[in-house]
């Protein structure tokens, strides 16, 4: 077919002159064919795999990003996996730590304080599910609960008034809540761990109280233990989550006991948790008497409202009076040593 | 045997099948690869190495599945611009800076390598696919169809390339005039 009709004239002479091209050179012509079919002989009898073609440095990149993958895969199986893990199980642990990272990453207190809520929730249903199921409570359940009581009661004391009462009516309620459920079931009665969370839901219950009838007292004594621990430094590097285990700690000597001879000494050891009329002191009345002493309400602080131990009675000597039954305080103030843990495991 | 079975015996490494795809199309393509480059050496190259890209597409399971001639035309003209594009990044010696004409040429065919000379330099100076469509309508005599293949391109993007190449090289020429 001839398409030189299309072409314009002045165009037909010139592209004309590429038309006539010299015979080919025979001899290699011929060379060049031999050189064509003896490349033909080299090649296999089956096309080559197209992977086979990689380079090395290729290679070496798509089997590192393949591991990376698998990494990256595998880990996301997990972490998903962990959500749905109990307390005592193989990835527990790595649940847990989810949670941790999710918390450093919390901008502020109140997304803080508000995770850990949540947190907590979690643990309870954690223990409603092993509960139903008849497993008995593991004792990382109890410390990881202890472990966010603490650090939300202390993120509540680093708020502004309006923040704090507003954290901490949320937290009392939560705990109401729960106190309310585990009041109305029957309990675990065999199971300790189940019985120390109980307590302990029972005492943040007073402590939030305490707190929202007077925050600045309650702030008040977070700065004084922020002081005390920033003065000691963590070896570990865990953030000072507060006030320390609420609770009776052996440490301190609940209850003044005061009888007539004994030194009125204001507070009984426990940090006070503000100004609680309804509570007085220890009084140590009599010598017969079946005092109460101390009640770790917190007696000593700068409240002229409050009477520390008034030393009444004669020649009472708490700790030997006959028939006297001395309750330790329940240890509501915060001024225990955060280093103490109230059911005597792990700090 | 037509060029869709030599083309499927070829991919199955056939050896016969290889070397008639060989015997088949390396007349014409050497004759579009000399028009284009004006040197039989190097018209020799551009053959060879179309050949050796098939075989080696081949080897690796890539290639032409169907319209093997169209598949040729265009690996042996992607050969061509990348020659020229690097012979045009190199500096041109002295001695290759004139035409060079054949050795007992008279002044006639002179003229005439002079004039083939102009006309493919112009047509370097067209996009490569304004030169293809010109090389193989116009030089090869293919089809609309047989273009559109090679390059592409539907056939109405064919027309017009054809279209704009003319009036490009039209341009070209008259300038160079």
Request: some cysteine; glycine content about 8%.
């Amino acid at each position: 077919m001839n398409h030189n009709q299309d072409l314009p004239p002045d165009l037909k002479d010139a592209l004309n002159s590429l038309r006539a091209v010299p015979e080919r050179n025979r001899h290699t012509a011929a060379l060049r064919r031999q050189n064509y079919l003896a490349s033909i002989k080299k090649l296999p009898a089956q096309a080559r795999p197209r992977s086979f073609n990689i380079s090395p440095r290729l290679a070496w990149l798509a089997a590192a990003m393949a591991l990376v993958l698998v990494m990256l895969t595998g880990t996301t199986i997990t972490a998903v996996a962990a959500q749905g893990s109990l307390p005592g199980s193989l990835l527990y642990p790595v649940k847990t730590s989810l949670e941790d990272s999710q918390l450093a990453l919390a901008q502020n207190s109140a997304a803080q304080f508000s995770l850990l809520e949540t947190f907590t929730i979690r643990r309870f249903t954690e223990m409603d599910t092993l509960l139903s199921a008849n497993t008995k409570l593991p004792p990382v359940l109890a410390d990881r609960l202890e472990t966010q009581f603490q650090r939300m009661t202390a993120l509540a004391g680093t708020m502004e008034t309006p923040g704090m009462t507003l954290a901490l009516t949320s937290l009392q309620e939560m705990l109401q809540e729960r106190e309310r459920l585990m009041t109305a079931s029957e309990g675990h009665p065999d199971d300790p761990i189940y019985a120390q969370i109980r307590q302990r839901v029972r005492e943040m219950n007073q402590l939030v109280s305490a707190g929202l009838a007077d925050p600045g007292q309650y702030r008040q004594q977070f700065e004084n233990q922020n002081r005390n621990s920033s003065a000691t430094p963590n070896p570990n590097g865990t953030p000072g989550v507060g006030p320390g285990p609420v609770g009776p700690n052996p440490s301190i000597t609940p209850g003044d006991g005061q009888g007539p001879n004994a030194t009125p000494t204001p507070g009984n050891g426990q940090e006070p948790v503000g100004p609680n009329p309804s509570i007085t002191p220890g009084d140590g009345q009599g010598p017969n008497a079946t005092s109460t002493p101390g009640n770790g309400q917190g007696s000593g602080g700068p409240n002229p409202s409050i009477t520390p131990g008034d030393g009444q009675g004669t020649n009472a000597t708490p700790t030997e009076k006959p028939g006297a039954t001395p309750t330790p305080g329940d240890g509501h103030g915060f001024g225990s040593t955060p280093t103490a843990h109230p059911w005597g495991g792990k700090p | 045997m037509n060029e869709q079975t030599l083309l499927l015996r070829a991919r199955q490494f056939d050896q016969q099948s290889l070397a008639e795809v060989y015997d088949l199309f390396s007349p014409g393509l050497y004759r579009y690869c000399y028009r284009l480059l004006g040197s039989a050496p190097l018209a020799e190259d551009c053959v060879a190495e179309t050949f050796s890209r098939f075989l080696q597409a081949l080897y690796q399971g890539k290639g032409p599945t169907q319209f093997l001639k169209a598949y040729l035309y265009r690996t042996a003209h992607n050969w061509i611009i990348d020659q020229y594009r690097h012979k045009a990044s190199q500096p041109i010696p002295l001695e290759n800076a004139v035409v060079p004409v054949e050795p007992n040429s008279t002044p006639q065919t002179a003229e005439t390598h002079i004039e083939q000379e102009r006309v493919r330099a112009a047509l370097f100076q067209l996009t490569p696919g304004q030169r293809q469509v010109i090389m193989l309508k116009f030089l090869e005599e293919w089809t609309n169809e047989e273009i559109s293949l090679a390059i592409g391109k539907p056939v109405p993007a064919v027309k017009a390339l054809q279209h704009r190449a003319l009036e490009a090289l039209k341009r070209v020429l008259l300038t160079t005039d």
